[in-house]
C-alpha cells in the first residue's frame, strides 16, 4: 500500500507539472470525470466527440458506499471538469479524491466542478438528519436522474459547463442538447403510455431510490424492504410488508439489482406481488448503455410484471 501511495503521489505530480508547463494542447478533448454512471452517459450525448468521459462508478454498484481506488484519484487529477450528483451521495468517497488529486481546476466553487443536485428540485429535505433513522441525505434524496425531465436539466447543464470550459465548442454541444431533447420528448410519451395503468396505485420499493419516478408517473410507494435506508431487512420487517402489500394488494416491487433480492423474493412468495428486478443506473445491465436505455429498461420490467407486454423496445 505504502508504495502504491508514493507511486500515485509521483504520478499526480507529474502530471501537475506537465499541466502547468502547458503539454496539454489546445484542441484536447475535455476530460470529465463523472462519480456515477448516468452523467456519464448525458456527457456522452452532449459532448460527443469533444469530450473523453470517465465514470467513477459502475452502473451495478452501489454508490452510497464506494470503494476509491488509486486509479481514481488519477482520473480527477487529469480531469478538466468533474461532474458529481450531489446531496451527499458521494460524501463518504469523493471529498477525499478531490483533496488528494491535487488538482484546483476541479475544487468545488471552480469552473472545473458541478454538483448536478444544484440544477434539479430535491425531493425529501429535511432540516435535520436522524441517523437513528438510516442512511438520511438532509439535503434531499440523492436518486434525482430517475426522474427523465430532471435528465434534461442534467442535460442543459452539462452543455452550459462544456460550453464555458471550451466556447469553441458551443455549436456542437446546442445542437446535441436539441438532438437529446428532441429523444426525451419521443421517449418520455412512451414512458407515459406504459406506466399509466399504475397510475395512482401502490407499490413497494427496496431503498427509497425511486421517489422520483413514482413522482413523475404518479405511483404511490406504500413501503420499503429496507425498514430504514442502508439497514437490512428483519425477518419481522419482512412479515409487516407482506401484511401491507396483501392488504394494498400491491402489484410491484421495484428493487435495484445490485441489492440483494431474496427478502423481496419472500415477500412475492407470500402474496400476488411481482418483483421487478432492474438497474437503477446506465450500465447497470450489458443492454443499458444510454440514458434513454435505462428506463426503457426499467419500464419494460415494470409492465411485463404487470402482465401489460414488454415496454417500449429498446
Known sequence: MQRIDSLLATTVTLTGLAFALGSVPAHAKINVVTTTQDPAAITRAIGGDRVEVTALCKGNQD??????????????????????????????WLPPLLTGA????????????????????PLEAVAVADRSEGDVHPKGNPHYWLDPENGRLMARGIAARLTQLDPAGATSYAAN??????????????????????????????????????ARYRLEVAAFVEPKPGIQPTAQHTVDVIQTVRGKGIAIILMENFYDRRSPDQIAAHSNAKVV????????????????????????????ALGAGSGPAP
Do not use: C
Request: charged fraction near 20%; avoid cysteine.
Open 63 to 92: 454508490p452510497h458506499f464506494l470503494d476509491p481506488k488509486p486509479s481514481f484519484m488519477l482520473a480527477v487529477n487529469r480531469a478538466d471538469l468533474v461532474l458529481a450528483i450531489g446531496l451527499d451521495l458521494e460524501v463518504g
Open 102 to 121: 491535487r488538482n484546483p481546476r476541479v475544487l468545488p466553487g471552480s469552473a472545473g466542478f458541478l454538483d448536478l443536485s444544484t440544477l434539479v428540485t
Open 177 to 214: 442538447l436539441a438532438s437529446f431533447e428532441k429523444t426525451l420528448d419521443v421517449k418520455q410519451a412512451e414512458w407515459q403510455r406504459a406506466l399509466a395503468p399504475l397510475a395512482g396505485k401502490p407499490i413497494v420499493t427496496f431503498h427509497k431510490s425511486w421517489p422520483y419516478l413514482a
Open 277 to 304: 428486478f432492474v438497474p437503477s443506473m446506465v450500465g447497470g445491465d450489458a443492454k443499458v448503455q444510454s440514458y434513454f436505455d435505462l428506463f426503457d429498461a426499467i419500464v419494460a420490467g415494470i409492465t411485463a
